[in-house]
């Protein structure tokens, strides 16, 4: 059974950081690309940042520079450092992968940025 958990959600001021982890079993992880995605009230879900089987990353332009998509293979885990947040940044993220071309997701974490 594949199952994916995320954790390190929570509330933070403007400017805060905050780093985001993703347990990933019932797969072999290493093999897997691994993407973060957020939905906040209202929009559609967008994938944030992805990080390849060997490591290459991708970030959507607005997070660029500011948050930094990780993972270790040998724990099964993924990871996401967001730095410099703003209230735009305020939504329920989520971990992704595929296996034989089925999605499994966690059930998200929330991320809020007020002052």
């Known amino acids: 059974q594949v199952r994916l958990m995320e954790s390190g959600g929570g509330s933070v001021q403007p400017g805060g950081s905050l780093r985001l982890s993703c347990a990933i079993s019932g797969v072999n992880f290493r093999i897997h690309a691994l993407g973060w995605y957020r939905q906040a009230q209202g929009k559609e879900r967008e994938r944030v940042a992805l990080?390849?089987?060997?490591?290459?990353?991708d970030y959507i332009d607005s997070v660029k520079g500011r948050f930094t998509i990780s993972r270790d293979n040998v724990r099964s885990r993924g990871f996401l450092q967001m730095n410099d947040l703003t209230p735009d940044d305020t939504a329920r993220y989520y971990c992704?992968?595929?296996?034989?071309?089925?999605?499994?997701w966690g059930q998200g974490t929330l991320v809020t940025i007020s002052s």
């Open positions: 992704h992968v595929e296996d034989f071309r089925l999605p499994y």
């Open positions: 990080i390849s089987s060997s490591g290459a990353t």
